[in-house]
């Protein structure tokens, strides 16, 4: 019998925090879905929907979306670039 090390990598605390967030946005959920409350979902929707939160909510929203991607974005863009270069 044979014991194979696994290589376990230490979770970090920004990924802790990833899992906590998606945790708690799918159980906040599936409580509001059992107890007929609004969904985060249901609640972004009607935020959008305001004449003046709306424009601020999506404000907000790309701003984050912005934040999260722009790095990944940047990553991508010079790798094409790179690409690009090595061909001419």
């Known amino acids: 019998m044979s014991s ?3 290589a376990v990598r ?4 920004g990924d ?3 899992v906590a967030l998606a945790v708690y946005v ?3 959920d599936l409580y509001a ?3 007929g409350r609004d969904t985060l979902s249901q609640s ?3 935020a959008l929907q305001h004449p003046l939160r709306g424009s601020a909510t999506l404000c907000v929203w790309a701003g984050l979306t912005v934040h999260l991607f722009d790095k990944a974005f940047r990553r991508e863009i010079n790798n094409a670039k790179r690409l690009v270069e090595n061909d001419t």
Request: aromatic content about 22%; proline content about 0%.
């Open 4 to 6: 194979k090390l696994i």
């Open 10 to 13: 230490k979770i970090s605390s």
């Open 16 to 18: 802790a925090a990833w």
């Open 26 to 28: 799918m159980g906040y």
């Open 33 to 35: 879905w059992l107890t």
């Open 44 to 46: 972004f929707d009607r």
